[in-house]
């Protein structure tokens, strides 16, 4: 069995900036660290997007910063957030396709992890996800590719409906095309996204989707509400994948929840 951390919608901010009253950097660090303690034999991490919360460059190095002891392997994506260019004259290692865009997959046993580009720059609502011809005929190479293992699709933008209105109206706008290739593949077993700020369990095309909450703000509970810019101070998270011989398990924790250790667990009564 293999272990996959996913953080997603960190939105770093520059030096002493807040969203609703909390640092961001502060909130991911101390998430990163709790994963790292908890769970050093991890494969890999990856970040799925909305990395800097106005694309700065300022914001990228505060994460590069951030990223510099990490001893796992970490894989960046994009979000609605996020621009390409800053963002690759700071990580300049970062895996791009010929077109520019920051998609790439990773192997892991059994398994094959693929990371889409969402990111539309030149959306009319400056925060709705695409995927277009480029970038879909990228993911059939990248499925043709993977032989016999089962295929986990990273997003940030989710493909499916959410209930959030406001989020789903910036949501992928032509998720149907992104699911129809995913369907036909047949060994897509399930899919990954953040941006909505909240842990979502679904099905797009009959695959299991899960969405993981920010380590920093969250999105309310209102579902209908046609704003997308709600937050609410609730506990940040991360998500833990597990790779198994039998599939895909999902976890997540609130990291900020009080600290819990073996010794304070309570016990059932027989």
Request: hydrophobic residues 40%; proline residues 6%; aromatic residues 6%.
């Amino acid at each position: 069995m293999h272990k996959v951390l996913v953080f997603t919608d960190i939105h770093i901010l520059p030096e002493g900036e807040t969203v609703i009253g909390l640092d961001p950097l502060a909130r991911f660090t101390q998430g990163l660290a709790h994963a790292l303690e908890h769970h050093p034999d991890a494969a890999r991490i990856v970040l799925c997007g909305d990395l800097a919360h106005n694309a700065a460059p300022t914001e990228y190095a505060r994460l590069k910063q951030a990223l510099a002891g990490c001893p796992l392997p970490v894989d960046l994506m994009l979000g609605n957030h996020d621009r390409r260019a800053p963002f690759l004259a700071e990580f300049t290692q970062t895996p791009v396709t010929d077109a520019g865009f920051v998609q790439h997959y990773q192997d892991i046993d059994d398994y094959r992890l693929i990371l889409l580009d969402t990111l539309n720059e030149e959306a009319d609502d400056t925060h709705s996800g695409h995927l277009c011809a480029h970038r879909l005929d990228w993911l059939d190479h990248a499925l043709a590719s993977a032989g016999k293992r089962r295929v986990l699709v990273f997003t940030h933008h989710p493909p499916m409906i959410t209930g959030f209105s406001g989020m789903d109206w910036i949501g992928l706008h032509n998720r149907a095309e992104l699911i129809e290739r995913l369907v036909a593949h047949g060994r897509v077993v399930q899919i990954i996204s953040g941006h909505i700020h909240r842990t979502i369990q679904g099905a797009a095309g009959g695959i299991p989707v899960s969405i993981f909450k920010s380590p920093c703000h969250q999105m309310p509970m209102a579902l209908g509400f046609q704003d997308s810019s709600l937050s609410i101070d609730e506990p940040g998270a991360y998500g833990i994948l597990l790779l198994h011989d039998d599939g895909v398990i999902v976890h997540t924790e609130d990291f900020t929840l009080p600290d819990q250790t073996p010794e304070l667990y309570a016990r059932k009564r027989p």
